[in-house]
């Protein structure tokens, strides 16, 4: 199996910060990849999926590039309502372990 | 309106067996791929199996290769996933997903 591996498990931000996360396959997966923004009880919410398409409904802020191995999704400035976790996902596969997005 | 509703979820002893649906409505169904995804309380998801529109290829997770297997009924627009042999790791909140629709997912609780 292709393994995600993510970092940083965790990062500290303030509103307005720019905050990148980074996702590692463990083989080529061309863009098949995909984000998800996970709140407490809810199910994941898909954010970006072929590694850029941001999904409709989804503020500009998110952003996702890579391709192959390596992929970042980068929040812009963020809002108080982007304080979750994120996990990437190769597309029909496994899960990178997550970054939790916290208040700093 | 676009929706999956998973179904089925309860408790069961280590060994024991259980089968969770999930009902599509308001897509295309019969030409998505679809796949479970399954949650431990406190831990992140993690991916279970994947079928393809026509049900001719499956994949699964290592883990429950052997003891789960994942099935479509394309004419009543649903999936389903049996699960054999289960293990108290295989507690979980399990969802099924295409994309970016989740169901509202169901609980296995597995005990000894």
């Known amino acids: 199996d292709i393994q995600m591996t993510q970092s940083p498990s965790s990062v500290s931000a303030s509103v307005g910060d720019r905050v990148t996360i980074t996702c590692r396959a463990s083989?080529?997966?061309?863009?098949?990849l995909v984000w998800y923004q996970q709140k407490p009880g809810q199910a994941p919410k898909l954010l970006i999926y072929?590694?850029?398409s941001l999904r409709s409904g989804v503020p500009s802020r998110f952003s996702g590039s890579g391709s192959g191995t390596d992929f970042t999704l980068t929040i812009s400035s963020l809002q108080p309502e982007d304080f979750a976790i994120y996990y990437c996902?190769?597309?029909?596969?496994?899960f990178g372990g997550g970054t939790k997005v916290d208040i700093k | 309106e676009v929706q999956l509703v998973d179904s089925g979820g309860g408790s069961v002893q280590s060994g024991g067996s259980l089968t969770v649906s999930c009902a599509a409505s308001?897509?295309?169904?019969?030409?998505?791929?679809m796949s479970w995804v399954r949650q431990a309380p406190g831990k992140g998801p993690e991916w279970v199996a994947t079928?393809?529109?026509?049900?001719?290829?499956?994949y699964y997770v290592d883990s429950v290769k052997g003891r789960f297997a994942i099935s479509r009924d394309n004419a009543k627009n649903s999936m389903f996933l049996q699960m054999n042999s289960l293990r108290i790791e295989d507690t979980a909140v399990y969802y099924c997903?295409?994309?970016?629709?989740w169901g509202q997912g169901t609980m296995v609780t597995v005990s000894s």
């Open positions: 997903a295409t994309g970016g629709i």
């Open positions: 308001g897509f295309a169904f019969g030409t998505s791929w």
């Open positions: 079928i393809k529109p026509d049900g001719s290829e499956k």
């Open positions: 083989q080529g997966i061309n863009t098949w």
């Open positions: 072929n590694a850029s």
């Open positions: 996902q190769q597309a029909n596969g496994l």
